[in-house]
Every structure is written in structure tokens, then in C-alpha cells.
């Protein structure tokens, strides 16, 4: 079993920065790819982020120059920077991670969310 938990949400005023971090635990044999998701109230769940383990990264278009995500993969975390906030960033953000896990003699995948953590940007 794969735990998946966020930190680092809270109420930030436009133009502000904040920084999320995720970290993923459990009886991880290697993680594929990690990433960022945000809902916002009203809509669908939505990719704001995502990196593999070689590094490559993937941005929605309304956050390209303003978040970077990295990660650290001895650690099995990954980081959400979020700079030049907007209002219309405001949404809960869940991390995911994808991978593989030690399941008694076999290796089996695994889709891991966290719990979620709020970011409102307003003044």
C-alpha cells in the first residue's frame, strides 16, 4: 500500500507564491511519474503538473512560467512552486504518483492519491 500526502496549501494574495510539497510512501519498488492536479468548485479535476523519473515535465498551458514542479527521487517527493498566483488558481491540489510496489514475491502497480490541500489566492 502507497500513501500519497500533500502540504503546503493555505491563503495566499494575488501575485503571492506558495510551495506544495508531496511525498509518497510505502513498500515502493520505483515510482514512474509524479504530478499535480487541481479542482476547482464546479469543475473537473484538472493536470497542473507532472514529472517522470527522468525529469521530463509536463505544464498546463494557464501555468506554464509561473509553476515549476521538481522532485526528489530518493526521497519519493515531488514540489509544486507556485509563483505570480491568480485568483483562478484557487482549487484544492491533490497530488498523484504512479509506480511500482513490492506485493509478496510479485511487483504491482500502483495509482496513489493524496488527500488534498487548499490554495485560495485572493486579497
Known amino acids: 500500500q502507497v500513501h500519497t500526502v500533500e502540504s503546503g496549501g493555505g491563503l495566499v494574495q494575488p501575485g503571492g507564491s506558495l510551495r506544495l510539497s508531496c511525498a509518497a510512501s510505502?513498500?515502493?519498488?520505483?515510482?514512474?511519474?509524479m504530478g499535480w492536479y487541481r479542482q476547482a468548485p464546479g469543475k473537473q479535476r484538472e493536470l497542473v503538473a507532472a514529472?517522470?523519473?527522468?525529469?521530463?515535465?509536463n505544464y498546463a498551458d494557464s501555468v506554464k512560467g509561473r509553476f515549476t514542479i521538481s522532485r526528489d527521487n530518493a526521497k519519493n517527493t515531488v514540489y509544486l512552486q507556485m509563483n505570480s498566483l491568480k485568483p483562478e488558481d484557487t482549487a484544492v491540489y491533490y497530488c498523484?504518483?504512479?509506480?511500482?510496489?513490492?506485493?509478496?514475491?510479485?511487483?504491482?502497480?500502483?495509482?496513489?492519491w493524496g488527500q488534498g490541500t487548499q490554495v485560495t489566492v485572493s486579497s
Open positions: 498523484n504518483s504512479r509506480g511500482t510496489v513490492v506485493a509478496g514475491m510479485a511487483i504491482a502497480n500502483f495509482n496513489s
Open positions: 510505502g513498500s515502493i519498488f520505483s515510482i514512474n511519474a
Open positions: 514529472i517522470t523519473s527522468g525529469g521530463s515535465t
